[in-house]
């Protein structure tokens, strides 16, 4: 139902962007939904009646043109209706991001583990995107990339919209070298590098998993065995592909999960249960580097943070 925002004159409202809900055109002769509110209160259910009336009143849904729907605003099919994600006792990530470079057509922040990238679920003001709105006031900014909530580092975001689709294509492409960090269990022998690749799709019991499956390889992964301390190792991870928890899969596969993971190889903690912010996945976005499509200039960016070992195995 919802969908990304068509109209410049939606601003957004405390660096959230609004979503957008389009109004479906009913058969001739029916009127599905009296009014607006009926509507939403069916299509949208994770609000109650009462949440949506009062949200409608204080003005916080609006149309096209920018302007307040009542709720008792009938229903007119072929339209758009506009509003702003909240979400109720959000829980607040004790841990700041930094800009590592800004210019007028790239920003790229070092993100904190725990920090999801974009609004999602549990989290909105609580996000990477919607922090960097709030500091920077670019109403445009955008990810061209994303990395795990669980996941530290590097993460590049288009200032002008009209530059996102170039940046975008240089991952889609596989044109950015891409450089990772973890710690786990060291192994007894290490054939370095080994290169793994494999199938990978979301786990038919558990949508925030993912697995190996039989078929064609859709990720590959370079992993080296970089120094060991205390039954821990520290292994260097070049990704090639991007599925989804790549790198946290891979590593699982091989018999080498990262520490401080919650996922894999069986849950600890599901997505919506309280964080252990003294634990977190010891996986690092730690260098990028790619040909700046809109300006020609070779890029290079390397985090600021560390892994840090932990207590011997």
Request: proline share 12%; net charge positive.
């Amino acid at each position: 139902m919802s969908r990304p925002p068509r109209s410049s004159r939606i601003p957004t409202r405390q660096g959230v962007s609004p979503s957008c809900v389009a109004l479906p055109q009913p058969p001739a002769g029916t009127v599905p939904w009296p009014a607006v509110l009926d509507f939403l209160c069916e299509r949208l259910p994770k609000l109650d009646r009462h949440q949506w009336k009062l949200r409608m009143a204080q003005g916080d849904v609006v149309d096209e043109a920018g302007q307040p729907v009542p709720p008792q605003a009938p229903y007119r099919g072929g339209s758009r209706l506009y509003y702003w994600r909240e979400v109720d006792e959000e829980p607040r990530v004790p841990f700041e991001a930094r800009v590592l470079f800004q210019d007028g057509h790239l920003l790229v922040a070092d993100k904190p583990h725990f920090l999801p990238v974009t609004p999602g679920g549990r989290f909105v003001q609580q996000t990477l995107l919607v922090r960097l709105k709030q500091a920077t006031g670019i109403e445009g900014l955008s990810p061209v990339h994303r990395i795990d909530r669980e996941t530290a580092g590097l993460v590049v975001f288009s200032v002008r919209p009209e530059d996102r689709g170039a940046y975008q294509a240089l991952f889609r492409e596989r044109q950015v070298h891409k450089l990772y960090e973890a710690i786990a269990p060291a192994p007894t022998t290490w054939p370095a590098p080994i290169k793994r690749r494999s199938c990978i799709e979301e786990d038919p019991l558990a949508f925030y998993r993912m697995v190996e499956t039989d078929g064609e390889p859709n990720s590959e992964t370079t992993i080296h065995l970089v120094e060991q301390q205390g039954g821990w190792g520290r292994f260097r991870l070049e990704p090639v592909t991007g599925k989804r928890h790549q790198l946290r899969v891979h590593m699982n596969a091989l018999g080498l999960p990262i520490e401080g993971d919650q996922f894999y190889p069986s849950v600890r903690r599901r997505p919506e249960e309280p964080e252990d912010y003294a634990h977190p996945l010891k996986l690092l976005a730690q260098a990028l580097a790619f040909r700046d499509p809109v300006t020609g200039v070779h890029r290079r960016f390397e985090t600021g943070r560390g892994l840090d070992w932990p207590g011997p195995v």
